[in-house]
């Protein structure tokens, strides 16, 4: 019988099974229908193999980081760090202590909270009989934190990461998975007071960062309910109409305004006059001019609002950030739990035409930064008796801030260090190696950072070409002269100016040497 043997290595290429050795038979002198019959049989016999094989084919891995993340550089990092450290120092500076809560919560203590934006929270899988969530902000949890350890008076601040199933823009600094810098006070207080210490915090932040010009906006939301209301907006879509507005900063009126009267069916008398109020903005002038609008005093809610911003405004003034504080009845931020003052800073000169619009001429602020405000109802939705905690707080929003301090170094070419080795030891000679690890070990102990080189006999050229790439401002150089005179000789990496240094001061005379490099 003529037979002819058809490798499997075609059909492994046309059913994608990997390296399976197996051979197909098939018998010439049979017919065309018995000859697919038994070539569909051990196809479907390599398929059953590979099946079984499960993971031990080999893989293709697709090496990328999943949609609206990144990694992270040693540069990238070092500037992190600095714009952390920057941000701590200034909410300890203000008395605040620090928290950590768990990375997911329970799905029902985020569900309800964030009004629209409800829909960007990441839900995870059943977990042991639980329905669990990524955290969207930090306040939600810091809120369920308050009420259930019975906590009535904190001032805290929490850096985290937190998780936004959004449409990412990695340009602009929106991430699905960021960094989020919280400042809050709890706390029964005098009206405005710790407000307007939060507007100060944030103000102190960019000053010191100094990232470009910037304006904190300011509004009520009591005064954006009363507005709504003396504008015929229906109780029922005050949040919903809120959102709308809160989009101001990043699209045209004319666009939210067909959101208000086409998608969310608000009267379209109704939206024109709330875009006759949202033109307001100014200080204390432009407050006054509103308490005369008797259509906004007729609602009680709104007079409330506009004679809190003016104490806000003057406590501004007494922190002279006044200059830097802007009332703004555009401002809205959607977030369904704020209560009272909000606050948004925005960088000045940054911004963007959205192309969808084809308008040219108009831009939209995109310099968004911090934001905030007063929630005083939150811990009570948590607290079984419903008791409240007033809450004010700020974020700080820093995957932008890095975004342009990298943005700066890179344009200015500034050279990053990413240590902080402030000593390199360095052997002159040959057969040392006993001797830097002696001398590594005596800095270590003194606390002062300390490297060497990993060979036994590395050359001299390559150890001062390493002090000069990592930016290390001091060498300890040891050869044979130096042991037998029990001295180092320490040499400054920027002056390249030398001096021989006793081994029994060798500590203190490092500590000089880095005072004076300002170290």
């Given at each position: 019988?003529?037979?002819?043997?058809?490798?499997?290595?075609?059909?492994?290429?046309?059913?994608?099974?990997?390296?399976i050795?197996?051979?197909?038979?098939?018998?010439?002198?049979?017919?065309?229908?018995?000859?697919?019959?038994?070539?569909?049989?051990?196809?479907?016999?390599?398929?059953?193999?590979?099946?079984?094989?499960?993971?031990?084919?080999?893989?293709?891995?697709?090496?990328k980081?999943?949609?609206?993340?990144?990694?992270?550089?040693?540069?990238?990092?070092?500037?992190?760090?600095?714009?952390?450290?920057?941000?701590?120092?200034?909410?300890?500076?203000?008395?605040?202590e620090?928290?950590?809560?768990?990375?997911?919560?329970?799905?029902?203590?985020?569900?309800g909270?964030?009004?629209?934006?409800?829909?960007?929270?990441y839900?995870?899988?059943?977990?042991?009989?639980?329905?669990?969530?990524?955290?969207?902000?930090?306040?939600?949890?810091?809120?369920?934190?308050?009420?259930?350890?019975?906590?009535?008076?904190?001032?805290?601040?929490?850096?985290?990461?937190?998780?936004?199933?959004?449409?990412?823009?990695?340009?602009?600094?929106?991430?699905?998975?960021?960094?989020?810098?919280?400042?809050?006070?709890?706390?029964?207080f005098?009206?405005?007071?710790?407000?307007?210490?939060?507007?100060?915090?944030?103000?102190?932040?960019?000053?010191?960062?100094?990232?470009?010009?910037?304006?904190?906006?300011?509004?009520?939301?009591?005064?954006?309910?009363?507005?709504?209301?003396?504008?015929?907006?229906?109780?029922?879509?005050?949040?919903?109409?809120?959102?709308?507005?809160?989009?101001?900063?990043?699209?045209?009126?004319?666009?939210?305004?067909?959101e208000?009267?086409?998608?969310?069916?608000?009267?379209?008398?109704?939206?024109?006059?709330?875009?006759?109020f949202?033109?307001?903005?100014?200080?204390?002038?432009?407050?006054?001019?509103?308490?005369?609008?008797?259509?906004?005093?007729?609602?009680?809610?709104?007079?409330?609002?506009?004679?809190?911003?003016?104490?806000?405004?003057?406590?501004?003034e007494?922190?002279?950030?006044?200059?830097?504080?802007?009332?703004?009845?555009?401002?809205?931020?959607?977030?369904?739990?704020?209560?009272?003052?909000?606050?948004?800073?925005?960088?000045?000169?940054y911004?963007?035409?959205?192309?969808?619009?084809?308008?040219?001429?108009?831009?939209?602020?995109?310099?968004?930064?911090?934001?905030?405000?007063?929630?005083?109802?939150?811990?009570?939705?948590?607290?079984?008796?419903?008791?409240?905690?007033?809450?004010?707080?700020?974020?700080?929003?820093?995957?932008?801030?890095?975004?342009?301090?990298?943005?700066?170094?890179?344009?200015?070419?500034?050279?990053?260090?990413?240590?902080?080795?402030?000593?390199?030891?360095?052997?002159?000679?040959?057969?040392?190696?006993?001797h830097?690890?002696?001398?590594?070990?005596?800095?270590?102990?003194?606390?002062?950072?300390?490297?060497?080189?990993?060979?036994?006999?590395?050359?001299?050229?390559?150890?001062?070409?390493?002090?000069?790439?990592?930016?290390?401002?001091?060498?300890?150089?040891?050869?044979?002269?130096?042991?037998?005179?029990?001295?180092?000789?320490?040499?400054?990496?920027?002056?390249?100016?030398?001096?021989?240094?006793?081994?029994?001061?060798?500590?203190?005379?490092?500590?000089?040497?880095l005072?004076?490099?300002?170290?």
């Amino acid at each position: 019988m003529d037979t002819s043997c058809v490798d499997k290595a075609a059909i492994s290429q046309m059913e994608g099974s990997g390296d399976i050795h197996h051979t197909i038979c098939i018998d010439h002198e049979k017919s065309p229908l018995v000859k697919k019959a038994s070539i569909s049989e051990e196809v479907a016999k390599l398929l059953e193999l590979k099946a079984k094989l499960g993971d031990e084919a080999p893989k293709k891995f697709v090496l990328k980081c999943p949609k609206g993340t990144r990694d992270y550089n040693p540069v990238q990092m070092a500037i992190r760090e600095g714009v952390f450290n920057t941000i701590v120092g200034c909410f300890k500076r203000h008395g605040a202590e620090t928290i950590d809560t768990p990375v997911f919560e329970l799905k029902e203590t985020l569900t309800g909270k964030y009004g629209e934006d409800s829909k960007l929270i990441y839900d995870l899988k059943d977990q042991g009989g639980e329905l669990l969530s990524l955290r969207y902000d930090l306040t939600v949890p810091f809120a369920r934190y308050l009420a259930m350890n019975k906590i009535n008076t904190i001032k805290r601040y929490h850096i985290a990461k937190v998780y936004r199933r959004d449409n990412p823009s990695m340009t602009r600094g929106r991430f699905r998975e960021f960094y989020q810098c919280d400042f809050d006070i709890a706390g029964q207080f005098d009206v405005m007071m710790p407000d307007a210490e939060c507007v100060k915090i944030v103000a102190e932040i960019l000053a010191q960062l100094d990232i470009g010009d910037f304006k904190i906006r300011i509004n009520h939301r009591k005064l954006l309910d009363g507005m709504f209301a003396a504008c015929g907006v229906p109780d029922d879509k005050f949040r919903t109409i809120c959102s709308a507005v809160d989009k101001l900063d990043k699209t045209f009126w004319e666009d939210v305004r067909a959101e208000m009267v086409d998608e969310k069916g608000l009267a379209p008398e109704a939206a024109d006059k709330i875009g006759h109020f949202v033109k307001f903005s100014g200080g204390q002038d432009v407050l006054d001019e509103l308490l005369k609008d008797e259509s906004l005093t007729s609602q009680k809610a709104a007079v409330e609002g506009l004679q809190e911003l003016k104490v806000l405004l003057q406590y501004c003034e007494l922190f002279k950030i006044s200059d830097k504080v802007l009332f703004d009845l555009s401002l809205a931020r959607g977030l369904d739990y704020y209560t009272g003052v909000i606050y948004e800073a925005c960088l000045q000169g940054y911004a963007y035409t959205p192309a969808a619009s084809g308008k040219e001429e108009e831009s939209v602020s995109v310099g968004s930064v911090a934001g905030g405000g007063r929630y005083d109802n939150l811990v009570g939705m948590f607290d079984p008796k419903g008791k409240k905690v007033p809450c004010v707080g700020v974020s700080i929003g820093v995957e932008r801030i890095f975004a342009i301090m990298e943005q700066r170094a890179l344009a200015n070419n500034v050279k990053i260090r990413t240590t902080e080795t402030e000593v390199y030891v360095v052997s002159a000679q040959k057969h040392l190696v006993e001797h830097r690890l002696r001398l590594c070990q005596e800095l270590w102990d003194a606390n002062i950072k300390t490297e060497q080189s990993y060979k036994k006999n590395p050359r001299a050229l390559d150890q001062f070409q390493y002090c000069e790439t990592n930016g290390i401002p001091i060498a300890i150089i040891i050869g044979q002269s130096e042991i037998e005179n029990n001295e180092v000789t320490m040499k400054n990496t920027q002056t390249r100016v030398e001096r021989k240094v006793s081994r029994d001061s060798l500590v203190s005379e490092i500590r000089k040497e880095l005072a004076s490099l300002g170290q």
